[in-house]
């Protein structure tokens, strides 16, 4: 037995140092997962609200002790995943091995007595713990591991990036340093689960599923919770053929699809408001193009916007997800744009003229596409590996993708992250915008259908253009800003890292360049106005020289050493 178990150790030593390189991994877990059908988005996607599905969310008194918590939930039933994290006050996610123990723990719930209000009585999966006065309460050795939830400060970001020894392993450590963790996606569809709650009171068989960049793997620590309202299940067709008789429900109708989504979320997001613990803020926008309910979930920190009949843009996040998953390099660069288009005010959180992240995540897919080996296929070609299964049309567009990622086979493209950071800016520096359209279907730039200023073809819904709210000042200043970060990207004394300093403070270079706040001030509404009176090339000529300054001292330094 015990010459069984070390062999068991030395193989799964074996099985790691196999695996020894961090592309080879991927490739491997890709091939095998896919083979086991379990890295499939859509499989993924259901592990996971399933997980949540038996999860809880409590609310911990400050100085709860590990131990002491886990064993008192214990008593409800076996706890397979537990973690903490710091909100308005200490929570804890709490997953059990089955969804019965979630029965006894609420069994054990009450509802609280206020005082001079009243409550509503929705017994939901959001708990609060409390001591109840006997035996200790805390612990002086108690020391909890709480999960982050939100990204690091820019500046400290700079430092970790300045002090990396490539620009390769500066995106990386970006994504690093910037992904969502698997504790935070684990909140996120625990969220959705708890909303689907409420909405189940009126459609028993509906899900509430995350899309964006909560699924899409392009998601940033504190980015906005997505979700639809999935109200597919509920029209399943289960006739009794043969007795020429059939029963269907009778139901209300509205005007149109539109009209009946807007009264759904109507409602809805109305309970969401009046019942749901832990909402605040609800707004309901069922005007906008894609009816809406807009909220903060308190206990998560998440700002949610709920939506139904999104279909398409569930497709969207599968395919950014397949993406991702193709080569490594696709999320670095990705991430790396994102980030440096927010420091430069080229996206931001307010709705309006600017690029949207899912805009610039297309605009980086395409520019993979068309390097001279092909990084990524088109959307074209993943669709033509689908299977028979895979088929999906949603309101007659073609929205089929292949689910089995083994099937790709990618070209053997061996550029370095930092060269295609800089030929990513180059690109899109001297890119005819006024003529063409972006185009990951084909992987090839179209004549525009209609003139506005920047024209990206819908993967999906082809007819329609994804950054139709983009005035010509945003796309200018995007191109702008492209010029100029290719333009630092030349230069030596952004491209190295100073020799010899490996102190604790080291100059930024590299990406960290890119995302200085000198080049950064124009970050912000505020930013924008004074942008006007710093012309680029001043702020560049800033930048610099406080850059060769830099490296001069530390140049002097080591030489007087
Ligand atoms: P964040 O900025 O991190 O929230 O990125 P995101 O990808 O989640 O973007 P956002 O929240 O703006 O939109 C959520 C999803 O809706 C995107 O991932 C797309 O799938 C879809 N989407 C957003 N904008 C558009 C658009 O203009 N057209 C279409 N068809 N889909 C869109
Ligand atoms: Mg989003």
């Given at each position: 037995h015990l010459s069984q178990k070390s062999d068991l150790r030395a193989r799964r030593i074996l099985t790691r140092s196999t695996f020894a390189t961090k592309a080879q991994t991927v490739k491997k877990t890709l091939q095998a997962g896919a083979a086991a059908g379990k890295e499939s988005f859509s499989a993924l996607q259901e592990e996971r609200r399933e997980q949540a599905e038996r999860s809880v969310l409590i609310s911990c008194p400050?100085?709860?002790?590990q131990k002491k918590f886990l064993d008192y939930i214990s008593k409800h039933g076996h706890v397979q995943n537990h973690f903490f994290y710091q909100s308005y006050g200490i929570y804890a996610v709490v997953e059990f091995s089955t969804k019965d123990s979630i029965t006894a723990l609420k069994a054990n719930c009450t509802i609280p007595s206020v005082q001079h209000e009243a409550a509503v009585p929705f017994k939901s999966r959001l708990l609060s713990l409390k001591w109840t006065?006997?035996?200790?309460?805390?612990?002086?050795?108690n020391t909890l591991k709480l999960q982050k939830h939100l990204p690091i400060p820019i500046n400290e970001l700079s430092q970790h990036l300045s002090k990396q020894e490539s620009i390769d392993q500066q995106l990386q450590c970006l994504t690093d340093l910037y992904q969502l963790t698997e504790e935070n996606i684990s909140l996120r569809f625990l969220v959705c689960s708890l909303l689907r709650d409420i909405a189940a009171a009126y459609f028993p068989e509906c899900i509430i599923r995350p899309f964006g960049s909560t699924v899409n793997s392009f998601g940033k620590l504190g980015c906005d919770l997505d979700m639809f309202l999935d109200l597919?299940?509920?029209?399943g067709q289960n006739q009794r053929k043969g007795s020429g008789l059939s029963l269907e429900y009778q139901v209300k109708q509205g005007t149109s699809e539109r009209t009946v989504t807007q009264s759904v979320l109507s409602v809805i997001g109305e309970c969401v408001d009046?019942?749901?613990?832990?909402?605040?803020g609800v707004q309901k926008?069922?005007?906008?193009?894609?009816p809406l309910v807009r909220f903060a979930h308190q206990p998560s920190g998440f700002q949610c916007d709920l939506t139904a009949n999104n279909r398409v843009a569930m497709k969207s996040s599968e395919l950014l997800f397949v993406y991702g998953k193709l080569d490594a390099r696709v999320r670095h660069l990705v991430f790396a744009v994102r980030c440096w288009a927010r420091v430069h005010g080229?996206?931001?959180?307010?709705?309006?003229?600017w690029i949207t992240n899912f805009s610039l995540t297309v605009l980086v897919l395409f520019f993979l596409q068309r390097r001279t080996q092909p990084l990524l296929p088109t959307l074209d070609q993943l669709r033509d590996l689908a299977?028979?299964?895979?088929q999906c049309i949603i309101e007659g567009n073609d929205c089929t993708i292949v689910?089995?990622?083994?099937k790709i086979k990618l070209q053997k493209n061996t550029d370095t992250l930092e060269k295609l950071l800089q030929e990513f800016f180059e690109f899109y520096g001297n890119f005819a915008f006024s003529s063409t359209s972006i185009n990951i279907r084909k992987g090839k730039e179209q004549n525009?259908?209609?003139?506005?200023?920047l024209h990206i073809q819908n993967?999906?819904?082809?007819?329609?253009?994804?950054?139709?709210?983009?005035n010509t000042t945003q796309l200018e200043r995007f191109v702008a800003l492209c010029r100029e970060s290719a333009w630092l990207l030349e230069q030596k004394e952004v491209l190295k890292r100073n020799a010899?300093?490996?102190?604790d403070v080291v100059p930024p270079w590299g990406l960290a360049a890119l995302l200085l706040p000198s080049v950064a001030?124009?970050?912000g509404v505020k930013g924008r106005r004074k942008k006007k009176h710093h012309p680029a090339s001043e702020r560049i000529k800033t930048l610099l020289e406080s850059l060769k300054s830099s490296s001069g001292g530390a140049g002097a330094k080591q030489s007087a050493v």
């Amino acid at each position: 037995h015990l010459s069984q178990k070390s062999d068991l150790r030395a193989r799964r030593i074996l099985t790691r140092s196999t695996f020894a390189t961090k592309a080879q991994t991927v490739k491997k877990t890709l091939q095998a997962g896919a083979a086991a059908g379990k890295e499939s988005f859509s499989a993924l996607q259901e592990e996971r609200r399933e997980q949540a599905e038996r999860s809880v969310l409590i609310s911990c008194p400050p100085n709860i002790n590990q131990k002491k918590f886990l064993d008192y939930i214990s008593k409800h039933g076996h706890v397979q995943n537990h973690f903490f994290y710091q909100s308005y006050g200490i929570y804890a996610v709490v997953e059990f091995s089955t969804k019965d123990s979630i029965t006894a723990l609420k069994a054990n719930c009450t509802i609280p007595s206020v005082q001079h209000e009243a409550a509503v009585p929705f017994k939901s999966r959001l708990l609060s713990l409390k001591w109840t006065g006997q035996g200790s309460q805390s612990n002086a050795s108690n020391t909890l591991k709480l999960q982050k939830h939100l990204p690091i400060p820019i500046n400290e970001l700079s430092q970790h990036l300045s002090k990396q020894e490539s620009i390769d392993q500066q995106l990386q450590c970006l994504t690093d340093l910037y992904q969502l963790t698997e504790e935070n996606i684990s909140l996120r569809f625990l969220v959705c689960s708890l909303l689907r709650d409420i909405a189940a009171a009126y459609f028993p068989e509906c899900i509430i599923r995350p899309f964006g960049s909560t699924v899409n793997s392009f998601g940033k620590l504190g980015c906005d919770l997505d979700m639809f309202l999935d109200l597919d299940g509920i029209s399943g067709q289960n006739q009794r053929k043969g007795s020429g008789l059939s029963l269907e429900y009778q139901v209300k109708q509205g005007t149109s699809e539109r009209t009946v989504t807007q009264s759904v979320l109507s409602v809805i997001g109305e309970c969401v408001d009046q019942f749901g613990p832990g909402c605040v803020g609800v707004q309901k926008i069922l005007n906008a193009r894609c009816p809406l309910v807009r909220f903060a979930h308190q206990p998560s920190g998440f700002q949610c916007d709920l939506t139904a009949n999104n279909r398409v843009a569930m497709k969207s996040s599968e395919l950014l997800f397949v993406y991702g998953k193709l080569d490594a390099r696709v999320r670095h660069l990705v991430f790396a744009v994102r980030c440096w288009a927010r420091v430069h005010g080229i996206t931001s959180s307010i709705p309006g003229a600017w690029i949207t992240n899912f805009s610039l995540t297309v605009l980086v897919l395409f520019f993979l596409q068309r390097r001279t080996q092909p990084l990524l296929p088109t959307l074209d070609q993943l669709r033509d590996l689908a299977d028979p299964s895979d088929q999906c049309i949603i309101e007659g567009n073609d929205c089929t993708i292949v689910s089995d990622l083994s099937k790709i086979k990618l070209q053997k493209n061996t550029d370095t992250l930092e060269k295609l950071l800089q030929e990513f800016f180059e690109f899109y520096g001297n890119f005819a915008f006024s003529s063409t359209s972006i185009n990951i279907r084909k992987g090839k730039e179209q004549n525009k259908p209609e003139s506005t200023p920047l024209h990206i073809q819908n993967p999906f819904e082809t007819g329609l253009n994804i950054s139709k709210n983009v005035n010509t000042t945003q796309l200018e200043r995007f191109v702008a800003l492209c010029r100029e970060s290719a333009w630092l990207l030349e230069q030596k004394e952004v491209l190295k890292r100073n020799a010899g300093q490996s102190a604790d403070v080291v100059p930024p270079w590299g990406l960290a360049a890119l995302l200085l706040p000198s080049v950064a001030q124009s970050a912000g509404v505020k930013g924008r106005r004074k942008k006007k009176h710093h012309p680029a090339s001043e702020r560049i000529k800033t930048l610099l020289e406080s850059l060769k300054s830099s490296s001069g001292g530390a140049g002097a330094k080591q030489s007087a050493v």
